[in-house]
């Protein structure tokens, strides 16, 4: 009887499925939305950034900006196959609030851009944003500027967890924009980095940074009673103490060394293909206003970097990326 049941059900979902048989309409004339969220009630308002009048003027010119620069392109212009579900809002850590008080918190600004597809569906065309290929720029993040290489468990101690996350190896390029303005390979989406000329983003971490920080990581989630055994981290301190200091100072590659087993330190000559990295902590310039304009990250999720992945969202993405030019980008920045 199970079976019986069973065989029936196949049946009937297979029907259902033939009856709402889905094409996407990649030939639809497309268009551009644009919804201006930075006033909502909704997490991403504006208001828990506590601007004056002059920031929030700044700040809303500076998305005006984006979103008309964004607007400029051929695919924006002339969409098709997809809508431009444009969202502007501000960014910011919504479980954590408070640090939103500080005058000092820079200001992010967010364009959220999902590439909707249409699609018809028993006669009926519409169109569908639900787990869509989109565009994400954002202001002042340096958050999405690097991705960590360490893949951390959360643990109390947010100052030992963040010294430890931020450690990153250098994305590929993809594409040069030009004007120093590179599409990257990120390890699951392709990201734009639009940054000073002046001050470098991204500097090399040394072999005794990066040992102090696996320790103080380690010893942390000892204290919090996860992690590794003291056992190995007596052994993690053994081989740290070990390293002479002269490859303690130099900058720090991780591939491997028979050696330093825990650390996996080695030395240039060793293997020089990953080097690891860290946020500049003066990149940015703490003497301009806090709604001042000084890095802006492009997110694309998915292969932007292959123009024959995906669907026709992902197509049009390529295409919306592939035309723009670093120059104009740079004129977004307050900086040089």
Not at 293 to 312: F, S
Request: include cysteine; charged fraction near 20%; glycine fraction near 6%.
């Amino acid at each position: 009887m199970k079976i019986t049941f069973f065989t029936i059900y196949l049946l009937c979902i297979s029907g259902i499925a033939i009856s709402q048989e889905i094409n996407e309409l990649s030939n639809m004339p497309g268009k551009w939305i644009y919804t201006n969220n930075n006033q909502s009630n909704e997490w991403y308002g504006e208001r828990y950034y506590k601007m004056n009048a002059v920031e929030l003027q700044k700040y809303h010119s500076t998305t005006e900006k984006l979103v008309n620069y964004l607007h400029q392109q051929p695919v924006a212009q002339h969409p098709i196959g997809v809508i431009l579900n444009v969202q502007s809002r501000a960014s910011y850590i919504h479980y954590d609030h408070e640090l939103l008080s500080a005058t000092n918190e820079r200001v992010k600004a967010e364009v959220f851009i999902p590439f909707c597809h249409y699609f018809k569906s028993d006669g009926k065309i519409d169109y569908s944003c639900m787990e869509v290929s989109y565009v994400r720029v954002r202001t002042n993040d340096a958050t999405a500027a690097f991705e960590s290489a360490m893949n951390p468990d959360i643990i109390k101690d947010k100052k030992v967890m963040k010294q430890y996350n931020d450690i990153f190896i250098l994305p590929k390029k993809l594409l040069d924009l030009g004007d120093g303005v590179f599409l990257y390979d990120f390890y699951y989406e392709n990201r734009i980095i639009v940054k000073s000329n002046d001050r470098p983003l991204w500097l090399p971490i040394t072999n005794y940074e990066y040992a102090s920080r696996i320790l103080a990581y380690e010893k942390a989630q000892l204290n919090e009673g996860d992690g590794l055994p003291q056992m190995v981290i007596d052994a993690l301190k053994s081989e740290i103490a070990d390293i002479p200091p002269e490859i303690m100072n130099m900058p720090a590659y991780i591939n491997g060394n028979q050696q330093r087993p825990l650390t996996g330190i080695c030395t240039i000559e060793e293997d020089s293909t990953n080097a690891l990295y860290q946020m500049n902590p003066a990149y940015f310039d703490s003497a301009l206003p806090r709604t001042s304009v000084q890095l802006i990250t492009i997110t694309i999720v998915g292969h932007a970097d292959d123009p024959e992945y995906g669907g026709i969202g992902d197509h049009r993405i390529w295409e919306f990326i592939s035309g723009m030019k670093g120059s104009d980008f740079k004129k977004l920045l307050d900086i040089n």
